[in-house]
């Protein structure tokens, strides 16, 4: 029977850090990750039969809990009729209908095979509907890995931005400009420096990619307001918030309607997916439709397909108000027991998406999150493991709570952190 450390250790010979995303290899926590053998439910059970409490969910997509039966069922069904075709298929019309019905002022949609090439292909078509070449993304956003989102902060609160990776050329980031997520200043600084080349502002309109950032009041109406000033167009990113904060995601939970919109994770229900999607004007420039080339063998795969579905179809009212509740159980639980051990930490959650930062105030933006104890984050992350709860391993990170999280499994997640928060306190290190 393979054991976590044979199994690492061969990893490591054959994938880069021994894994296929960088945040799985533990880096920004120490330690060797375990490896999943199986899940069900909000629990996940690596090689060596320890269970763990998961609250990753896959980064977003199991949303219902891990190995549900009816998208189990579904996906079953759907194996024994082919797994791609690269030819049509009715589940890829059914999911964009169910998408495109879900979300107000959303009319087309295109599937892709994951987050990534969701807004890297946003962003072409912004450019090409506009006219324009420069983009405004905002510090400790995260869009995937396309050159031109893979782009630091400079130092200030709105900058030209530079090469966040090697290989990753000046060309590239030339038309990236970094704004400091909140300031709405910082935006309009931007717009004006250059009031004819902004082609679109992309965010996360929950950031979840450097912790959960709540976005203060009026400001993504201001950003709306400042794309409609300067003629650019807005992308919601909700690769993450989609489907997951609201049934119509993060436009029908503030009202805010997007030029253009990004999907991915929960629409594929643990299959890879993504999709972008806008009103019928913009989308109708994509090709064939259109001129703005675009395209993937396994788009609109039939199981990718069938599970995006399937999940969609259980995600109904009850659903969202169970990943309320869930979110606010665990919320309550975590906030008690630091106040009980005297811990200073913020806990920020947007539904079932939350994170706890070691940190004395609010975190509204990068350089908040950047200050918080991260360290404090990795001991965190190491005791609870240890104790059988699986979290983000970096605390730049949402933790995700599905519908399969059941109140003994908060509760023993809450006890657990109280256990740590007062090793924390006794001065132990783990
Ligand atoms: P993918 O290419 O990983 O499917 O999606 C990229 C992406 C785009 N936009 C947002 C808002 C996202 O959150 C993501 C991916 N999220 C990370 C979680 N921090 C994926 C985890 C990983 O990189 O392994």
Redesign the pocket.
Known sequence: MPTNQNLNERAKAVLPGGVN????AFKAVGGNPPYIASAKGATMTDVEGKQYIDYMGS??PMILGHTHPEVTAALRDALDHGTSYGASCAAEVELAEEIVNRVPGLEMVRFVN??????MSALRLARAATKREVIIKFAGG????ADSFLIQAGSGVATFGAPDSPGVTEGAAKDTRVARFNDLHSVRSLFEAEPDAIAAVIV?PVP??MGVILANEGFLEGLRELCDEFGALLIF????TGFRIARGGAVERFGITPDLA?Y??VIGGGLPV?AYGGRRELMEKVSPSGPVYQAGTLSGNPLAMTAGLATLRLLDDDAYSTLEMVGEKLQVGLDAALKSTGVPGVIQRVGSMITLFFNDTAISCFEDVQAADHQRYAVFFRGMLERGIYLPPSGY??WFLSTAHRDEQIKSTVVAAEEVFRSFQAGLKH
């Open positions: 995303s960088p945040v799985r980064w977003g994951s987050g990534t090439e969701a807004t995260y869009h995937g890995h996360e979840g990619n990113d909700e690769v993450m990004t991915g994770k993504g990170e949402a």
